[in-house]
């Protein structure tokens, strides 16, 4: 009989004679079963083997800098983990100001204004590395002067502190440290050099208002003598005698001439002395170099002046050229500070024109410095970070009574061709020229400031009349039509809890900063990249042996108070922001 159609077996080979005795079926089946088992094994294994291995490759690419593998101008593709013990640069970069939403804002103001397609970014893009956390020790809105603690000493103190500490002890600075430890210095800024930022890397005094004294401690005339090789940026007025045109010292101390008879230095103070230095060429240390009585004009009006004012980027170069001619012969390399200062005054003003101008010069300069340590044969790497958002900007704004509108129109910054600050500088010209008032100060404010500058066209009569009767809030009342109009928002003329961002160039010991971390984190980082963390020890006690670990004097407090009360008026006067006297860049 012909077997049943259930068992005829598919192939002919599969039959056997084992089949016509009764131990066929059981053996076949156990030999079936092991089979399947081996192969279910056997996959098992390789899906595992597979994983580990896509595991071991994420790894191995998570530690490769962005740079490495985006941009080959920069140091990323070297070697990770610690710096070599040889000679070594570490140039550090502050965005002031510069939160998230600013880059996001720049960035497609850029693509639009350069015609460039929406997956272009800008340098610092390409370079992110991480955040940074920035309250102080008495407050979760930090400003310049205790987020520039956190950089320079590597630890948290209050808000107003110039490297003391909440206990009013001073704390040894990076830059302090480099320099006694035969490393050359140097600071770039485009606000006054005696501010917060640049203050707290080469000066000790309880509240940044002290400015007068923050200018002596900068020149050598403090608790450790002389550690800054290199200086330039604006803030002549804290160095000319008291009296003296463009001074706004409050005794009779010529900082300037004291700098270069007891300390050495050599002084410039105009575009005519910049250009001397031939980009660097031409520096005899110590160099100082003051080029504005108080602020750089905003980049927006800095380059219609550019043969009166040197750009953040010009200075960088000069300075970077400058710093590694005068260590070619030296064991020892270079610690460079250089802030995009004026980024923090757009936001404390709410002038998103000036910002995205003031954030790409920074852009620009963050490139010079990856093109310098492309090109440098000493280990050089790069950290950049801001020590908080100004502003609280959002690039979208709801007006009251009206949805939402998603979309914001970067085309209504390009159209822009002058600051605020500027315009509001023209107008008090304006009226202290010709007294106008009235019907003909509209129209002249529409005309000449409003349609030439700004490009509005449809400026109402409540805008053109709120400028007109209070003139020194014309400032942000300039740079809120233009918000407005672009529908960019602001939470505060003040700064922001918001974390920042943190880029670098890569390179050794880059990936402790990598992630989310405290501000204090990348000044311990700094430090520590150098091999400076006892030399710091070492300084503060030598600094709190000399100053004391006192609490400010009764006088001292009415002095740094009644500095602040001007400051302060001055600031609410003037928009706001950290450093008035804007009349300088008429």
Known sequence: MAPSPERTPLLASDQSPDRENGNAAPRSRWRELALFTWALLATAAVIVLAVVIQHSNSTQHSSISPAAVSDSSVAGDKKTGSPSGGKRNL????????????????????????????????????????????????????DSAAGATAFSCGLKSYNG??????????CGTVLEAAKRAGYHTGLVVTTDITDATPACFAAHVFHRMQGDEIALHEVGHGPLGRVVDLMLGGGRCHFLPKGTPGSCRQDDIDVTKLAQDQYGW??????????????????????????????????????????????????????????????????????????????????????????????????????????????????????ATSDHETGGLSTAWQAPSELPVYNWHPTVLACANASSEFLTALLLKHIAETGDKEESLLRWINDELVVKH?????????????????????????????????????????????????YSSGGPGTEKIRGNVENTDVGKFLRGWLDLDSEVENITKELVKKLGDKAPSQKQLERIEKASTAFEADGLAHGGFESGLYGHVL
């Not at 370079?127 to 309250?135: P, V």
């Not at 927006?300 to 980027?313: G, K, T």
């Not at 014309?474 to 809890?497: C, D, E, K």
């Open 91 to 142: 140039v550090f970069m502050v965005s002031d100001g510069m939160g998230p939403a600013s880059l996001s804002l720049t960035r497609s103001f850029r693509q639009l204004t350069q015609d460039l397609p929406i997956d272009d970014t800008l340098t610092l893009d390409r370079h992110f590395w991480g955040t940074s956390r920035t309250r102080s020790s008495n407050s979760l809105v930090t």
């Open 161 to 170: 502190a110039i490297s003391m500490l909440p206990n009013h002890t001073p």
């Open 266 to 383: 050599n002084y410039v103070s105009d575009r005519a002395g910049f250009d001397s230095l031939g980009m660097g060429k031409n520096v005899s240390l110590p160099q100082l170099g003051l080029f504005a009585t108080t602020d750089v004009p905003f980049e927006i009006d800095r380059r219609n002046m550019a043969d009166v004012y040197p750009s953040l980027s010009e200075m960088a170069a000069t300075a970077l050229a400058a710093l590694e001619e005068a260590t070619k012969d030296s064991d020892k390399g270079f610690f460079l500070m250089i802030e995009g200062s004026r980024i923090d005054h757009a936001g404390h003003i709410n002038d998103p024109a000036a910002q995205v101008r003031e954030v790409l010069e920074y852009d620009k300069t963050f490139n010079s410095v990856l093109d310098f340590i492309e090109k440098s044969d000493t280990e050089t790497i790069l950290v």
């Open 454 to 502: 700004l490009d509005i066209k449809d400026a109402s009569e409540v805008e053109l009349n709120s400028i007109a009767s209070n003139p020194a809030l014309a400032i942000q009342l300039f740079a809120r039509m233009v918000s407005v109009r672009a529908r960019i928002g602001w939470s505060t003329h003040g700064h922001s809890a918001v974390d920042v961002n943190i």
